[in-house]
């Protein structure tokens, strides 16, 4: 009789065990898949924002530049070799991501941009001041368009996000 209330008992140590290392396996699961999620989230993050840093690049080098011409203002040698440099970092970086494609960020961002070299593309260059109003408000279009996208494909619309990621 003793033999069997053993049995039992050794059978329900067992059974206690392997639900604990059960729990534990599962626990440290969810925390490998949620550091992966937020690594993922991470690497998302930074390609939008390596994106809509030069996009922002590229619409700032045409405001100094129809701005100067405006206003009649001649800018000095350093400083338009300063904003050519700028404007050719950011236009590699868009040709990188637009090359890169869906793989870090949406299709839908991926499409923008394909539309928007597209576009620059098929400017006429036949008056230096018009072509670059045209890719100005193209420069801007797409920092617009793909600043909204990337705001929905990183889930930052609202401002409870930040509690939510958190949790």
Do not use: P
Request: aromatic share 12%; with cysteine; glycine share 2%.
């Amino acid at each position: 009789m003793n033999t069997n209330i053993d049995i039992t008992l050794i059978a329900a140590i067992l059974a206690f065990i392997a639900s604990i290392i059960g729990i534990i396996s599962s626990a440290y699961n969810a925390r490998f898949r949620r550091y992966a999620l937020e690594k993922w989230w991470g690497k998302k993050y930074d390609a939008y924002s390596n994106i809509i840093d030069a996009l922002s690049d590229m619409v700032e080098y045409y405001r100094r530049n129809i701005s100067a011409e405006e206003e009649g203002i001649t800018l000095s040698d350093s400083f338009k070799e300063s904003l050519q440099n700028q404007w050719t970092n950011a236009i590699h970086k868009v040709n990188k991501a637009t090359s890169m494609g869906a793989f870090l960020i949406s299709s839908e961002a991926e499409e923008t941009l394909r539309q928007f070299r597209k576009d620059f593309d098929n400017v006429n260059y036949q008056n230096w001041y018009e072509d670059y109003n045209d890719e100005w408000n193209l420069a801007e279009k797409c920092l617009k368009d793909l600043t909204i996208i990337a705001r929905k494909d990183l889930d930052i619309n609202t401002r409870n996000t930040i509690a939510k990621r958190k949790k």
